[in-house]
């Protein structure tokens, strides 16, 4: 898929059959970078307002106004459920948005990073440098691998694992599958939590069921959260999150004051409140058993 059908008049719009009927459009001002890799069609636009903006295969993957609600959510809701998060392992988003918020974090002693696509870092790296200055991190190691076997040779290593995925078509797809869900838990260390993407109540509810289901099927503790993000289509998406251990919908341990000076969007306040779901979509997970 390219993205040429989807720009008129200067407008970019995402139209996508996995949401039929609706669209996300933005004023673009000029195309930066258009390529397609071994995996996805990449594109990287300037826009009108929301500064620039990360396109694969049609899809928005992030705007420079709002993409710290998404990575800060990403990051900071499972970093700060665990007690002790020393290990931590991100699977995808190329961009480096989540690696920029777990380097905020003192604790945290080692980072995997293991991403499918290479070309998507080196055009952040190139495009969007205050995204991609994730990857400065000494503590990070770059995989360039496929996600689901790299996950698959890990057993017992991470307190962690955050998977930024993109949605379930073209490489993402095999990261919603139930083997790489089981593959995730089988890499945690006891006590250990994830967090995945877990698209959309209002465009994806068979989605969030399934996805749901799986986890509650693996582990003890698990919910599902919510975060605002203005430029995805619905405007919100979601968070699958499984826990051996700790609790989910609360912060584990005091916010340091120098870590919520540095962020825009999570708070403890907001950690809690994104656990608490509309009635529809609570409906939707308690009627499946959820």
């Known amino acids: 898929m390219t993205n040429s059908g989807n720009i008129h008049k200067g407008w970019f719009s995402e139209i996508c059959p996995m949401w039929e009927g609706i669209a996300v459009s933005l004023k673009v001002e000029k195309l930066l970078y258009s390529k397609k890799s071994r995996f996805q069609q990449i594109d990287l636009y300037q826009t009108r307002s929301h500064g620039r903006m990360l396109v694969l295969d049609g899809i928005i993957q992030l705007t420079e106004q709002d993409e710290f609600s998404y990575h800060e959510m990403m990051a900071h809701l499972p970093l700060l459920s665990h007690p002790n998060p020393e290990n931590v392992l991100v699977v995808g988003g190329g961009d480096g948005g989540v690696l920029r918020e777990i380097n905020r974090h003192d604790d945290v002693r080692f980072i995997d990073f293991c991403e499918i696509d290479e070309e998507v870092i080196n055009v952040s790296k190139q495009f969007l440098p205050s995204i991609a200055c994730g990857f400065n991190d000494s503590r990070v190691t770059v995989h360039i691998r496929d996600g689901a076997t790299f996950v698959r ?138």
């Open 153 to 290: 040779e890990c057993s017992g290593c991470y307190d962690v694992i955050i998977v930024d995925s993109s949605d379930p078509v073209g490489p993402g797809e095999i990261l919603f599958k139930s083997q790489f869900y089981r593959d995730l838990k089988h890499a945690l260390k006891p006590g250990g939590l994830i967090a995945t993407q877990g698209e959309n109540f209002f465009l994806h509810p068979d989605w969030v069921e399934k996805l749901m289901g799986v986890t509650r099927s693996l582990f003890p503790i698990y919910a599902y959260a919510n975060i605002i993000v203005p430029t995805y289509t619905g405007g919100h998406i979601g968070i699958c999150m499984g826990s051996l251990g700790p609790k989910l919908t609360a912060p584990a341990r005091p916010v340091p004051q120098m870590l919520q000076s540095q962020l825009k969007y999570y708070s403890p306040e907001v950690h809690r409140a994104a656990f608490v779901l509309p009635y529809f979509a609570e409906k939707i997970l308690k009627d499946k058993g959820v």
